[in-house]
């Protein structure tokens, strides 16, 4: 017999995304599993949402978040036999499943494997996909769990496959479930474990005079946006992100070598968008003003924290990075971009040129006023050194002459 729930879980978090954003949701999924007696096998609770990154008919690269599953199946789940291990399946949107396997040691059980299967035919989810059909990513995990014992995970996991990305959290599960009863007694991921003895960052409310551990500076990265007519947006930067969330700051290097880019180019605006296995977007919107100029107008984040929990933020008010069409904007001194009161964006040997490129290159650069600084200086440094070599001079001549006069009245 196989009974199932599906149902919301609105946490503080992503009501407040819902809110503000009115785009994500995330779903928890409940499942036991009974034997022929009617007695519970299995029992699992958990979220999930994925993330695929396909190429276009156009020949560029769009990222999809699969985060509301819909209605679900779980048809192929089992409590397993002798000749097979208990197996979780499920089904949703439009032939898309999950599968997760498990294994039995004399004194142990595993979480032995997860599978996930997407469907790019599916137009709705993935539009414009070159490669139509059914896609499958195998993951092997061997989680060793004791017997009767309940898993649990609240922290988030994720697992990357080439260009899928899986996050895990909230998770509940007991396989081979003893006398029809769900153990209390809870084996704890490595996460969980490190949260409860040692408290992160991002659990624990410091005093008003804590501040984030400082990092190094972070990796430049080149990102580009392709149009039919080749690259139509330039940028590098090395990119440090500032949170503050429940009174908790934290500070997150971007990795480039693990960060995609995507995005778009119109006549007056332009999108890059990063994503990387916990960013879901981290856009920048570039807008031109006065026909003659272009400038940042606009950035939006959706990512993942170490604790589970999403933190989003958008502001489409900005005013950074002002420079002429047909040009770069440039800034190797460090830059803030205060997006909101909770989220800053520090940027590192910037370089930008979202209009106008040319053959794939940047043009001419403007400077920002920091980097300027020092040429500033030296123009004026040389005019002080001229304004008293005058200045030696004048005097000189003045007491050159008036020996002179002195001189004729002696004779």
Known sequence: MLCFRLFPVPGSGLVLVCLVLGALRSYALELTLQDSGKATCLYAKWQMTFRVRYETTNKTYKTQTISDLGAVTYNGSICGDDQSGPRIAVQFRSGFSWIANFTKAASTYSIDSISFSYNTSDNTTFPDAKDKGMHTVYQPLAINIPLNELFRCNSLSTLEDNDVVQHYWDVHVQAFVQNGTVSKNEFLCDKDKTSTVVPTVHTTVPSPTTTPTPKEKPEAGTYSVNNGNGTCLLATMGLQLNITQDKVASVININPNTTHSTGSCQSHTALLRLNSSTIKYLDFVFAVKNENRFYLKEVNVSMNLVNGSVFSIANNNLSYWDAPL????????????????????????????????????????????????LNFL?????????????????????IGRRKSRTGYQSV
């Open 326 to 373: 047909g040009s770069s904007y440039m800034c190797n001194k460090e830059q803030t971009v205060s997006v909101s009161g909770a989220f800053q964006i520090n940027t590192f040997d910037l370089r930008v040129q979202p209009f106008n490129v040319i053959e794939g290159k940047y043009s001419t650069a403007e400077e920002c006023s920091a980097d300027s600084d």
């Open 378 to 398: 030296i123009p004026v440094a040389v005019g002080v050194a001229l304004g008293f070599l005058i200045i030696v001079v004048f005097i000189s001549y003045m």
